[in-house]
Each structure stands twice: as structure tokens, then as C-alpha cells.
């Protein structure tokens, strides 16, 4: 699977937009970009996931670049609840590989 | 629907003791899976399995069985705990290669 580099943390205020860099440059063609997140120790959370184009549900929205070398992660709208440790994983199959995530703190 | 249970939600162990983490799942999903996540870091993949009758090893199973004889349910087996299988369990399920959907976890400490 290919790896994915995230920043360890990053501060947003209260209201505004989230963004979450990944980086993923050893991406096979054939495989997706997922965001899950964990809540203070609860149980992963699926967020959305894309192959190539951009992708937005009622979360969040994914922008894969052209290359599919990156991507980010769009909270438009940050709220508190929001705070929490943010998995960019890519893979072709159900076995998900997570690293250590950006820890995402939510301001007021 | 209650998602995905998991029982107990917190356990201590002296060493060398055997315990079973219970999983359950009433979302009739055929794939599940069995992680661990120790302090600080992600989840590592231990088991998975893709229907009842079924299972495989992940990333790190090493001191771990599972068995899937129904679609439900997904325990897994510690048979000789030691100090380094401390850490949150955690299992999931998915419809085939779809969404994983996580339970709460399961608190394990060996001492």
C-alpha cells in the first residue's frame, strides 16, 4: 500500500474552513483516497473517499490533484465537535492502513 | 440498528491469561475486521474476514486467533496475554470492500 504523509497537528477557529493536506506521491492508479476520523478515542469515523475526481458529501469535501500525488481534506464549516484526529489512508482493498493522523483542534 | 458492539469495554489481564474481545454487527455486513491501536499511534489491521468460514491475518497477528462461524459475530481470542497486547481493540464492519463502520473499543491492560 502506498504511504501517506500528513501534518501532525493543525489549530482551526470555530466557523471558518478546515483544510487537511495529504500527501500520497507513490499512489498506485488503481487505488483511493479515504478520510476517517477519531474522536477522542472513539471508534473511527468514515468521512468520504474518491479515486480521481473531487468528491463532496455533507462532512466534508476531498480535492485529489490532477497528479493524485495529494490531496485535501475540506471541513467548510469547522465546529468544536470537529476536533479530533484526522486519518488520510489510500489502498485498493478493505485492509486500511492508518498512520498516525493530523490532530485537528477546533477553537473558539 | 445498534452498528457494531463490542464487549467488554474495559479488562485487565494478569499475564499469561486467555480472554475473548467480543464483536457483533446487525448491519448483516459479510467483511470484518479486528484492530489495534496503541497510545499515540493508528490503527494496526490484525485479523479480517470476508464471510463466515473465513478469516485471514492482517498486518499483526502474532498472539491472536479469530473465527467467524456466523455473519454477526467476529470474536477475538488472547491466549496467552502479555504486557505488549495493552491497547484499544477495536472492530468494524463493512458491506464487502465498502465503508468500514467501527465499534466503541475494547480498553485492554496486561499486567
Known amino acids: 500500500d502506498a504511504k501517506t504523509t500528513q501534518p501532525t497537528s493543525m489549530d482551526c477557529a470555530e466557523g471558518r474552513a478546515a483544510n487537511l493536506p495529504c500527501n500520497h506521491s507513490?499512489?498506485?492508479?488503481?487505488?483511493?483516497v479515504y478520510w476517517y476520523r477519531q474522536i477522542h478515542s472513539q471508534g473511527p469515523q468514515y468521512i468520504i473517499h474518491?479515486?480521481?475526481n473531487n468528491e463532496t458529501n455533507e462532512m466534508a469535501s476531498l480535492i485529489i490533484t490532477e497528479d493524485r500525488k495529494s490531496s485535501t481534506l475540506i471541513l467548510p464549516h469547522a465546529t468544536l465537535r470537529d476536533t479530533a484526529v484526522y486519518y488520510c489512508?489510500?489502498?485498493?482493498?478493505?485492509?486500511?492502513?492508518f498512520g498516525a493522523g493530523t490532530t485537528v483542534t477546533v477553537r473558539a | 440498528n445498534a452498528g457494531v458492539t463490542q464487549t467488554p469495554k474495559f479488562r485487565i489481564l494478569k499475564i499469561g491469561q486467555s480472554m475473548t474481545l467480543q464483536c457483533t454487527q446487525d448491519?448483516?455486513?459479510?467483511?470484518m475486521y479486528w484492530y489495534r491501536q496503541d497510545p499515540g499511534m493508528g490503527l494496526k489491521l490484525i485479523y479480517y474476514?470476508?464471510?463466515?468460514?473465513?478469516?485471514d491475518k492482517g498486518e499483526v497477528p502474532n498472539g491472536y486467533n479469530v473465527s467467524r462461524s456466523t455473519t454477526e459475530d467476529f470474536p477475538l481470542r488472547l491466549e496467552l496475554a502479555a504486557p505488549s497486547q495493552t491497547s484499544v481493540y477495536f472492530c468494524?464492519?463493512?458491506?464487502?470492500?465498502?465503508?468500514?463502520?467501527f465499534g466503541p473499543g475494547t480498553r485492554l491492560l496486561v499486567l
Open positions: 507513490t499512489i498506485s492508479g488503481n487505488e483511493y
Open positions: 474518491g479515486l480521481k
Open positions: 489512508i489510500v489502498g485498493t482493498d478493505y485492509k486500511l492502513s
Open positions: 474476514s470476508v464471510g463466515a468460514g473465513i478469516t
Open positions: 448491519m448483516n455486513h459479510n467483511y
Open positions: 468494524a464492519s463493512s458491506y464487502l470492500d465498502e465503508t468500514q463502520y
